[in-house]
T-cell receptor
Framework: AQSVTQLGSHVSVSEGALVLLRCNYSSSVPPYLFWYVQYPNQGLQLLLKYTTGATLVKGINGFEAEFKKSETSFHLTKPSAHMSDAAEYFCAVSVRDSGGGADGLTFGKGTHLIIQP | DAGVTQSPTHLIKTRGQHVTLRCSPISGHKSVSWYQQVLGQGPQFIFQYYEKEERGRGNFPDRFSARQFPNYSSELNVNALLLGDSALYLC?????????????FGEGSWLTVV
């Protein structure tokens, strides 16, 4: 079974500063990796995903993440934080299909990003 | 184009009652999944349906059931509600069941059990 650990339930950065949200995963088979954002009282919106190929993945709103197999990590970054980035961020993993059933996405517990003016 | 739509958006039920939540996927999407998100936690996978058949089930009791209709919409049913079932229930759709497909989420149904 796969699992996701997000380090830091709350991260606070100043507007214009670098955003770094950490995600480590555990999977016995090559994973698919995702970052979702959730604004208050809303559903989840996909920021980016890694399936195969280039390990540096660019997403929406200036976010990017790098898949590092040796570190089992998929950290999310953004060079310059904006007030509108304040939200809950979830890292998720799914495993490549084995031809049988689907296990869905396994999510981390989330990181609440706070942007200070 | 309409995204994933869910109804109702909010509801309050009493312990022991039954609830039905509904979901319409994005047009052209044939796979629907359900997730439970308890306050302060990440979503947890409940079911995935594709072409009206259950393709996956998470670690939830038999009180939880679902089905998918010929138009690919879906219902989630929960029987004998417990206080711990209070959560945001998210429906998600994708083109197909493959793990690498992008999954699009609706805004959820907030269930409060009192």
């Amino acid at each position: 079974a796969q699992s996701v650990t997000q380090l830091g339930s709350h991260v606070s950065v100043s507007e214009g500063a670098l955003v770094l949200l950490r995600c480590n995963y555990s999977s016995s088979v090559p994973p698919y990796l995702f970052w979702y954002v959730q604004y208050p009282n809303q559903g989840l919106q996909l920021l980016l995903k890694y399936t195969t190929g280039a390990t540096l993945v660019k997403g929406i709103n200036g976010f990017e993440a790098e898949f590092k197999k040796s570190e089992t990590s998929f950290h999310l970054t953004k060079p310059s934080a904006h007030m509108s980035d304040a939200a809950e961020y979830f890292c998720a993993v799914s495993v490549r299909d084995s031809g049988g059933g689907a296990d869905g996405l396994t999510f981390g517990k989330g990181t609440h990003l706070i942007i200070q003016p | 184009d309409a995204g994933v739509t869910q109804s109702p958006t909010h509801l309050i039920k009493t312990r022991g009652q039954h609830v039905t939540l509904r979901c319409s996927p994005i047009s052209g999407h044939k796979s629907v999944s359900w997730y439970q998100q308890v306050l302060g936690q990440g979503p947890q996978f409940i079911f995935q349906y594709y072409e009206k058949e259950e393709r996956g089930r998470g670690n939830f009791p038999d009180r939880f059931s679902a089905r998918q209709f010929p138009n690919y919409s879906s219902e989630l049913n929960v029987n004998a509600l417990l206080l711990g079932d209070s959560a945001l229930y998210l429906c998600a759709s994708s083109l197909g069941p493959l793990s690498g497909n992008t999954i699009y989420f609706g805004e959820g149904s907030w269930l409060t059990v009192v």
